[in-house]
């Protein structure tokens, strides 16, 4: 546990900025004093499980696991577990770890911290891309001002949208390629060094932190009944100020909108949950891991882009990030991406084969990684049915491509 | 103790064997990669399963006692 006590106990933060409570408007990061002195000191971790399991907390790494149960099952191992931040975020339209770690490093490292201590973890290794240089520089500088009685490890994994996967992650860790494995073993029960390992996302621990601190009450006092809490999200397109938003879970999608400034342009649909995620058009729709939140991501589609050959460009980056080594994966993903290009250039009707080659994916490989894809295909067709017809009928789009959906690099 | 076929995707090359030993459960994709019905095999049908698997040249089928776990994404 820290053992710094020098900050008096801090009152819970009141509005729906928990997380983000502390950033300085000059982006610089909290640095561990100044945190104490908004938190309060990190307190002991004895009924952490339980308190993190009655809270509700679940996982913001994008599959929306129970928190509490995974602490659970990590600490009823037998070996001694290692602890894993999940810091990697390579979803290219995807930024609020970057922005959690870039800014309130001390908020992750707490949360960490507690959870390593509850389930028994010596050694706490903290994840993130190798191109992320500042987040490094940052949490470098973090971990040297602390006096905590864990090993701490700053790990570089390679970019690439599936080397965030748990298995692919601890992979990396263990010295192989970045690419998942097949389970069981689950990480939970037999990751890095054949040791249980407790894999959680930079937000998930970071909400862990405050929970040690004021309780599951608290936390609960924001959100829904199932999903309480509040979330980051990172928002894009068509919105005048576009970035990180804290919001509390159950939000309509409206209400999102005009915290930041409101549309930018007019808005034809909103993708919610990233590049794994779903198209919608209903502006009330309450944000929640149900309705497809995923890890956070939301982007506003302006009218005036070509929705198909956005959403091919993803089809065939998606297709190209395949660890290739499942056969539906490697070849299903190459398909729907060829498919949606024909459609988007208005060449050639394939979306009876589109719809079943989505069906065909979903659930066939070693991660999810196809199955979200699949999710995003699937949904595009639905959502932008009419436009398709129109892409057919005229064999080209009123607009271009604007690249308002980001992929990597780009 | 009901028993599962579970197919090691990453270790499957698609040779397909397995859907000619099997067709009761298992059938092929577009890519002619295995599709496993994933409901439980019943007694009858177990002679089947095995034969499936024990001719699959990249021991990619493994015939399991079912067992829950905490799904993770
Ligand atoms: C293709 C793929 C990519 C993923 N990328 C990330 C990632 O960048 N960051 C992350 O925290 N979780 C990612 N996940 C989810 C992790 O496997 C894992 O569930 C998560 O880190 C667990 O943390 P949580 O329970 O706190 O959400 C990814 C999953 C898949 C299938
Ligand atoms: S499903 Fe795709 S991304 Fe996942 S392990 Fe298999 S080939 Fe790699």
């Excluded at chain 1, 390992?197 to 199932?226: C, D, K, M, Y």
Aim: with cysteine; net charge positive.
């Amino acid at each position: 546990m820290t053992t710094r006590t020098t900050a008096a106990p801090a009152e819970a933060p009141h509005g729906v900025a928990r997380l983000l409570a502390g950033m300085r408007d000059d982006g610089r990061p909290v640095g561990l004093q100044e945190h104490l002195g908004l938190h309060g000191p990190l307190v002991g971790g004895s009924g952490l499980i339980e308190r993190v399991t009655a809270s509700g907390l679940r996982g913001r790494g994008g599959g929306g696991f129970p928190t509490g149960t995974k602490l659970r099952a990590v600490a009823d191992q037998r070996k001694r577990p290692f602890t894993v931040v999940n810091g990697t975020e390579g979803e290219p339209a995807s930024r609020k770890d970057k922005a959690l770690l870039r800014t309130v490093p001390h908020l992750v490292l707490d949360g960490a911290l507690t959870a390593a201590t509850a389930v028994g973890s010596r050694e706490i290794i903290i994840c993130i891309a190798r191109s992320a240089a500042r987040e490094r520089a940052v949490l470098a500088a973090a971990l040297a001002e602390r006096r905590d009685k864990v090993h701490w490890r700053l790990a570089s994994i390679p970019d690439g949208f599936v080397s965030g996967e748990e298995t692919a992650l601890l992979s990396a860790l263990g010295g192989r390629a970045a690419k998942p494995t097949v389970k069981p073993p689950y990480p939970f029960e037999r990751g890095l060094d054949n040791a249980p390992s407790l894999v959680q996302n930079a937000e998930t621990l970071a909400h862990v932190a405050l929970i040690a601190r004021h309780g599951p009450g608290w936390f609960r006092s924001l959100g829904t009944e199932t999903e309480p809490g509040t979330a980051l999200v990172s928002l894009s397109g068509a919105v005048r100020r576009p970035g990180v938003y804290e919001i509390e879970l159950g939000t309509p999608l409206q209400g999102l909108i005009a915290q930041a400034g409101g549309p930018s342009e007019q808005i034809d649909a909103y993708l919610v949950g990233g590049y794994f995620g779903g198209w919608t058009r209903e502006a009330d729709l309450r944000l929640t891991a149900s309705s497809g939140l995923g890890a956070g991501v939301v982007v506003a589609l302006p009218t005036a882009t070509c929705a198909l050959a956005e959403t091919a460009r993803i089809a065939r980056y998606l297709a190209n990030e395949s660890a290739g080594q499942c056969g539906p994966c490697a070849r299903g993903l190459a398909a729907l991406a060829g498919g949606l290009e024909q459609l988007a250039s208005g060449k050639y009707d394939d979306r009876s084969r589109l719809a079943r080659w989505a069906q065909q994916v979903a659930g066939r490989g070693a991660c999810h990684h196809p199955d979200g894809a699949a999710r995003f295909v699937t949904s595009a067709l639905a959502t932008f049915a009419a436009e398709t017809d129109t892409h057919l009928k005229h064999r080209r789009c009123r607009h271009r491509d604007r690249g308002v959906l980001r992929a990597a690099g780009a | 103790m009901s028993k599962l076929l579970r197919l090691d995707p990453i270790a499957c090359d698609g040779h397909g064997l397995c859907a000619e030993l099997f067709p009761e459960r298992i059938r092929l994709d577009d890519w002619g990669f295995p599709i496993v019905d994933q409901r439980s095999i019943p007694p009858a049908l177990e002679e089947h399963a095995r034969r499936a698997v024990a001719d699959c040249p990249k021991i990619a089928l493994r015939l399991v006692t079912a067992r829950t776990v905490p799904g993770e994404r």
